[in-house]
């Protein structure tokens, strides 16, 4: 929007969600009885009719020409992680040469881009190019306003013509009503009339960094793969824990004022900001809201980040890595299970019956975690976050779930048929009198685990901050879908629906609670205890995505509804394929920035230094020194070169098995990985041992204190 408004002159209140069809702008512009209708469509599963759908069409029409657009799109999100858009415009030319602004209800409904430029992992052929998106008429439509230039933009479904999901909003759809009747199936068994649906709710984090533009623009590999691919550590970093919490600089406090500013007129929450670890890192947080709308708004959020750092002459970095030996990005996804009568269904609660309600729940997250760990950990797989899962900044690549040492004990107790001993807290009764009392504040926070309870919440920390959470909600979505099913199963075939509920609770912890770890997970005695627990160690993407393709969870998955075998297929090829073509273009970046920037750079370098060495002897001046530094520059410029030239050999033979997205993704993993390791371990010494005023592009301390 580029429109630095100032709060003293404009009014919070009026400001706020003014870029959005919300509820509020629905209940001013559409008849009564159509907002009742739209409100129906959206809380209760009913059908949006075509005759609904042109009024609302309409008014949106209205709306968004008074807010300046011409045109309108449906806004999906395809395969790629990213989101796409085409745009149509409102004008309709009539005989006499005038124009109409017409947008029809079919317009609404229904788009039909071109679908066969998407990735689609073999569920198109090339020429099958027809695709549609679908208006998802629980988000609510808003205004894209790029420098003034706005358009009236509808969150859309994207499928295939022969009803393929081609996107990551329509499982994770299809994961929520799992979810939703699933939970409402427990919920009836243990006496509940009243709710009648069920969400689940997502509140994530997302971490960034900003690098001064000039600085930017110099670097290739931060232009072309978001991250650097060569890059001395400087003398100093996050090591003095200086920079998290720490006060904010102006420069980065005007970028996030018009951040906000930009969210809240589009009806987004954003609520906490702050700098986070490494220098010119920082975090922004937005609330709670059910998981298909916190998808799409963090999907604006990310653009939004890099579009305000753009006008403050700055670049924003959502890559999980950017920079070696510095903390990297995520992406904390904060999830719970609500119903629409107000509980929060992993809410402790104050009485019996939610008490006893809570701990079956708990424990059936817990089965869920452990039964499905690897779909979770692939959920949370890329080439970025390679470089962070268990790097002692992010939580390790074995899932467990952090309960904390009172709930943990309190559950122990459960399954070994003890007293629970308790000191200095204020108790809660559960009810049931076989069960012990257990307090009120039960947990502290563990930043190193990748699943923690944190009070009435799970935070997924595993995600990247470059990712979209939809994949790892719909994974996390139907994981505790299918468990709770086999809970409800159960409930429905006991004829005592309380003792029935006590031994689910005991089962489910007694048989799961290998995933329990509330120790540091940075350490390398988890990893070997983890080992013994039998938990699985996915260590990389490579590893990790195949795993989509076994056989119990493909069949949890489509017997859910939520993928077909075939969209479970075209993923990990996908996914693969996206893994091998970003390993190849930070390789191939890599070998043009070594060969084209950095080996002329040190050759000009070398034969400076060789030329004062033949002056200073001619002089009889000692040189011993220097020679031998002469001599480390000339041992790792033979390095750099030979290392380029066994990279891009590799990346030859890795090319060449593009038939197999299996073993290319290993070919890039296990032979081009450590090549490219090697080539960067020759350049970042040269860096180290160069002039400064030699080396062809901005280093670290540039990066990482240029602000």
């Not at 679908?134 to 009236?152: E, R």
């Not at 909600?473 to 086999?486: G, R, T």
């Not at 070169?641 to 050999?649: A, P």
Request: net charge negative; aromatic share 8%; with cysteine.
């Amino acid at each position: 929007m580029g429109n630095n408004g100032d709060f003293r002159s404009t009014k919070l209140a009026s400001m706020y969600g003014e870029y959005s069809f919300n509820d509020r702008t629905m209940r001013e512009r559409l008849p009564s009885s159509i907002y009742y209708k739209m409100k129906d469509i959206q809380e209760k599963d009913q059908v949006l009719s075509l005759e609904t759908a042109e009024v609302v069409a309409n008014a949106m029409k209205d709306w968004a020409i008074e807010k300046g657009a011409t045109h309108y799109t449906h806004w999906f999100q395809p395969l790629t992680g990213l989101t796409a858009e085409k745009h149509d415009s409102f004008i309709s030319p009539t005989p006499d040469g005038r124009i109409l602004m017409e947008f029809s209800g079919k317009e609404l409904i229904k788009g039909e881009p071109d679908a066969s430029s998407f990735p689609s992992g073999g569920l198109r052929a090339t020429f099958e190019a027809r695709g549609y998106t679908a208006w998802d008429t629980s988000s609510p439509a808003f205004i894209q306003d790029l420098n003034g230039i706005t358009t009236l933009t509808i969150p859309s479904a994207f499928i295939s013509y022969r009803g393929e999901a081609l996107d990551k909003k329509t499982p994770l759809l299809r994961s929520m009503h799992a979810l939703h009747k699933a939970t409402l199936r427990v919920l009836r068994s243990l006496g509940n009339t009243t709710t009648s649906r069920v969400y689940t709710t997502v509140g994530p984090e997302q971490e960034y960094f900003l690098v001064d533009k000039k600085h930017f623009a110099q670097r290739p590999d931060l232009r072309l793969t978001g991250r650097t691919v060569f890059g001395s550590v400087c003398a100093k970093g996050q090591e003095m824990d200086d920079h998290y919490f720490g006060t904010i600089k102006e420069r980065v406090l005007k970028f996030m004022h018009e951040l906000n500013q930009e969210l809240w007129r589009l009806g987004i929450s954003a609520k906490t900001q702050h700098n986070e670890v490494a220098p010119n890192q920082f975090e922004l947080a937005t609330i709670f809201d059910t998981a298909n709308l916190s998808t799409d708004r963090n999907q604006i959020v990310m653009k939004m980040i890099k579009n305000v750092a753009e006008r403050h002459d700055m670049a924003a970095l959502l890559h999980e890595k950017p920079f070696a030996g510095v903390n990297g990005s995520g992406k904390h996804n904060n999830w719970s299970i609500c119903t629409d009568d107000g509980y929060n269904l992993l809410q402790p609660g104050d009485n019996p019956y939610e008490n006893a309600q809570f701990l079956l729940f708990l424990t059936s997250v817990i089965k869920a975690v452990d039964k499905y760990a690897p779909l979770l950990r692939l959920s949370a797989a890329n080439a970025g976050n390679d470089h962070r899962l268990g790097a002692n900044e992010a939580p390790p690549a074995i899932i467990s779930i952090f309960l904390g040492d009172q709930l943990s004990s309190i559950l122990d107790t459960l399954v070994e048929g003890t007293e629970h001993n308790h000191t200095g807290h204020e108790m809660m009764e559960i009810g049931i009198n076989v069960l012990p009392n257990f307090p009120k504040d039960m947990t502290d926070r563990n930043r190193t685990s990748p699943f923690a309870f944190t009070g009435n919440k799970f935070e997924f920390r595993m995600v990247g901050s470059s990712q979209s959470i939809a994949g790892p909600n719909a994974i996390l979505n139907s994981a505790v879908a299918a468990v709770l099913n086999e809970t409800a199963d159960r409930l429905e075939s006991s004829e005592d629906c309380l003792e029935e509920v006590r031994n689910i609770i005991i089962d489910n912890y007694r048989d799961h609670r290998r995933v329990i770890f509330n120790g540091n997970g940075y350490s390398e005695e988890w990893v070997k205890e983890a080992e013994s627990r039998g938990l699985p160690n996915l260590t990389c993407t490579v590893e990790a995505l195949p795993e989509l393709m076994k056989n119990s969870y493909v069949e949890m998955l489509s017997g859910l509804g939520v993928f077909s075998p075939a969209e479970l297929q075209s993923r990990m090829e996908i996914y693969l394929e996206g893994y091998s073509k970003q390993i190849n273009i930070e390789a191939g970046i890599m070998a043009e920035m070594a060969r084209r920037q950095i080996a002329p750079s040190i050759i000009s370098y070398l034969n400076s230094l060789i030329t004062s060495v033949k002056n200073q002897n001619e002089m009889g001046l000692k040189t011993e020194e220097q020679l031998a530094h002469i001599t480390s520059v000339s041992a790792h410029l033979e390095g750099l070169l030979s290392s380029i030239k066994k990279l891009e050999e590799g990346l030859k033979k890795a090319q060449a098995l593009e038939s197999d997205v299996v073993k290319q993704s290993q070919a890039y993993r296990y032979r081009v990985v450590p090549l490219m390791d090697a080539l960067r371990l020759h350049a970042d010494t040269l860096e180290r041992i160069s002039d400064k005023a030699a080396w062809p592009f901005p280093s670290y301390e540039d990066l990482l204190f240029g602000l």
